[in-house]
């Protein structure tokens, strides 16, 4: 599977935007997705990951409340709504397919820059 995000941007503090991953071949609800982000001089981090059939999903705790990720295997599509956004979720945000109870992620897009100005 090849892996390709969008939607970042500029946007102020408190606002919301949508993140897209779109997923090439047909082998898509095949993985466990997930959305990672690396902020400058940091690590990358897991944001939020969901199972492949879309039934489970976990978030870490600086974004619970705050983002929901979903996926539409119909679409070979995975999404992050990412509302009440604060200066320090700025980061560029990669969307990644492998195994969530492994915590094993295998394919990585090429990741989308969000930058929140306070």
């Known amino acids: 599977v090849q892996l390709q995000a969008s939607g970042g941007g500029l946007v102020q503090a408190g606002g919301s935007l949508r993140l897209s991953c779109a997923a090439s071949g047909r082998t898509f609800s095949s993985y466990d997705m997930a959305w990672f982000r690396q902020a400058p001089g940091k690590e990358r981090e897991l944001v939020a990951a969901i199972y492949r059939t879309g039934g489970s999903s976990a978030y870490a705790d600086s974004v619970k409340g705050r983002f929901a990720i979903s996926r539409d295997n119909a679409k070979n599509a995975v999404y992050l709504y990412m509302n009440g956004l604060k200066p320090e979720d700025t980061a560029v945000y990669y969307c990644?397919?492998?195994?969530?109870?492994?915590?094993?992620?295998?394919?990585w897009g090429q990741g989308t820059l969000v930058t929140v100005s306070s």
């Open positions: 990644a397919a492998g195994v969530m109870t492994a915590g094993r992620y295998n394919t």
